[in-house]
């Protein structure tokens, strides 16, 4: 079972930077592809990034040039640097892991991320 705990979130002001953290565990980290979604109030939960196994990376119209996706494989852990941010950006944020050989999907629990003045 892989195991995705984030951290880091919460208040951010218009126009600041927050970093998100997810670290995985019960799996080889290579054999992951990772990322994060969002899910607003009333709205789709949407793709935020992703970053595969060897590094190839995508992200959502909304955040390209203002968010970035990376790995720490020493650590286990994914990182999304936010910045830029705006009232917009406001939604629970969602690590998603595919497990490339076992082909299967898991979800973080969710964190908070609010932007606001």
């Known amino acids: 079972q892989v195991k995705l705990v984030e951290s880091g979130g919460g208040l951010g002001q218009p126009g600041g930077s927050l970093r998100l953290s997810c670290t995985a565990s019960?799996?080889?980290?290579?054999?992951?592809?990772i990322g994060w979604d969002r899910q607003a109030p009333g709205k789709p939960r949407e793709l935020v990034a992703s970053?595969?196994?060897?590094?190839?990376?995508d992200y959502g119209d909304s955040v390209k040039g203002r968010f970035t996706i990376f790995r720490d494989r020493a650590n286990n852990t994914v990182y999304l640097q936010m910045n830029n941010l705006t009232p917009e950006d406001t939604a629970v944020y969602y690590c998603k892991a595919y497990h490339r050989l076992r082909r299967e999907h898991f979800w973080g629990q969710g964190i908070q991320v609010t932007v606001s003045s």
């Open positions: 019960g799996s080889i980290f290579s054999l992951l592809n």
């Open positions: 970053s595969t196994h060897t590094d190839d990376l």
